[in-house]
């Protein structure tokens, strides 16, 4: 039973530590002007595909955060890595889940 | 009622429009005065927008993100007419007789062309180019003849459309130009159609004066795929420059600007940047070259002498320069900055800022003396 719990603390969720406020307050400047010149202000897409709820649904968070943080080879997505940790990336795929707010 | 004879008369061709991005509105502004005459609220997305002029200067066409034309009476501060044409667009143009307006869309991906006058649909053009597949269109512009010139980024095509007959748009295709054209700009005589590439090195150059040679390949070799760098923002070729016979465009995944000669289409030097360049542009004397470039290096311009082919100068005009614009003669440049809420107004002489005016978020800056340049 301890090991189950401990393999399941290596998924993103459990290890993933919530930014900071002001980290939280970047993000979405990055999100909204970065991520929205090509896939748009309100997320619905343009160069790169939409990221709403919708379009993400089926698609795991794994995929999501590695899309984030490496890109995706022979297409316009590059690698955000640069920019922010692995726990960035996924409470920005969090916040893409809840949708615009 | 008569007409009001206190009221200030107003000429358009000292005017322009500033964007602001998340309001979805726009700024009528007076270039000489360098002050805000009237805001124009209720454009949509325009996370990303361009604009062209009618041909008198009155009216300015603004293409928004959320396939959104809105066109704009400068002399009467209102939004004259506005339609929702597509899901998701990226540019226009405006053609030679300046009677049609073209849009290029990414959902569905084509071109319409509507009525300058009514916003009424003139032709509907489908990038199609596989058994229903619909393409991107991107770099469109106008072109003499009353032809319009596009590029399919997905399917690597650049056609042009004859619309001499409005009702039977002709259009001619050429394929395998390269992979990904990502934006397309042409030459301020009309002759040249140049698309930069995203997915390959170098740019796809098609000579409209003998379209029947096809396309012509430009430093296909220039980036080798392991050393191209992550691009942050797609490069814009509108506002593309040409200077003593050099045309100055962005390096895709390089810090440099390539000048490339235009007898010879040879690279004639990359000269490194800060950054990777977004905007590269010249004063319309062609004197200097002046550069933006994307995420992390957006605080700076660069100046590019254009006689020595070497950086003058460095400016930090503030956080996220977007974009720029020259008065018609090019004594001022105007350049919007984003998360700074203003529009700064250097001189291009002693490259000190003179002015400044508030603007929310602004991604672009756009004059009237467009309406008279090819590609514009």
């Known amino acids: ?34 991520c929205g010149a090509c896939h748009g202000l309100t997320l ?34 590059p690698p955000w890595k640069p920019f922010m940790t692995a726990d960035d990336a996924h409470w920005l795929v969090q916040q893409l889940r809840k949708g615009p707010q | 009622m008569a007409f009001n004879v206190h009221a200030e008369l107003r000429a358009t061709g000292d005017l322009g429009l500033v964007i602001e991005r998340e309001a979805g509105s726009a700024l009528i502004v007076d270039t000489t005065e360098h002050k805000q005459l009237a805001r124009i609220d209720k454009l949509g997305d325009l996370s990303h927008a361009s604009v062209v002029f009618s041909r008198d200067q009155r009216f300015a ?10 066109k704009i009476d400068l002399l009467q501060d209102k939004l004259d007419k506005r339609i929702v044409q597509a899901g998701n667009s990226i540019g226009g143009a405006i053609s030679q007789d300046g009677a049609l307006i073209a849009v290029s869309n990414y959902t569905p991906g084509g071109v319409k062309i509507f009525s300058a006058e009514t916003l009424e649909l003139v032709a509907d053009i489908p990038a199609e180019y596989a058994d229903g597949k619909l393409s991107k269109v991107v770099g469109l512009v106008d072109a003499p003849d009353q032809r319009f010139v596009f590029s399919l980024f997905d399917a690597g095509e650049i056609w042009t459309v004859d619309m001499s007959a409005p009702k039977q748009p002709k259009i001619e295709k050429f394929k395998n130009v390269g992979k990904f054209p990502y934006d397309g700009l042409i030459t301020s005589d009309g002759r040249f159609y140049i698309a930069g590439l995203f997915g390959e090195s170098g740019l796809s150059l098609l000579d409209l004066w003998e379209p029947e040679k096809g396309i012509k390949r430009i430093l296909p070799d220039y980036v080798k795929p392991d050393e191209q760098l992550p691009v942050y ?7 593309w420059a040409v200077a003593d016979d050099y045309i100055f465009v962005p390096a895709i995944g390089k810090n440099e600007v390539l000048v490339i000669d235009k007898q010879s289409w040879k690279l004639v030097k990359a000269i490194p940047v800060a950054g990777q360049p977004v905007f590269v542009m010249a004063r ?9 470039f994307a995420t992390p290096e957006n605080n700076k311009l660069q100046v590019i002498d254009v006689k020595t082919l070497n950086l003058q100068s460095t400016l930090t005009p503030g956080h996220a320069v977007l974009h720029m614009e020259f008065t018609p003669r090019g004594e001022n440049v105007w350049v919007a900055v984003r998360d700074d809420d203003q529009v700064l107004v250097y001189d291009t002489h002693t490259l000190k800022e003179i002015a400044h005016l508030p603007a929310q978020k602004p991604n672009g800056v756009f004059f009237t003396s467009r309406a008279n340049k090819i590609g514009f």
């Not at chain 1, 290596?10 to 939280?24: H, I, K, M, N």
């Not at chain 1, 993400?56 to 997505?77: A, C, H, S, W, Y």
Request: charged share 25%; aromatic share 4%; glycine share 12%.
């Open chain 2, 233 to 239: 923002k797609m490069p814009h070729l509108e506002g």
């Open chain 2, 284 to 292: 319309p004397d062609g004197r200097q070259v002046w550069v933006n």
């Open chain 1, 44 to 77: 619905k897409g343009g160069m790169g595909p939409a990221l709403l709820p919708d379009t993400l649904q089926g698609k795991p968070d794994e995929f999501l955060v590695n899309t984030i943080l490496q890109g995706r080879k022979g297409t316009p997505m």
């Open chain 1, 1 to 34: 039973m301890k090991k189950t719990l401990l393999l399941l603390c290596l998924s993103l969720d459990c290890l993933a530590a919530e930014p900071t406020s002001v980290r939280q307050a970047e993000l979405r400047h990055l999100l909204k002007n970065d």
């Open chain 2, 61 to 70: 066409y603004i293409f928004g993100r959320d396939g959104g034309l809105s």
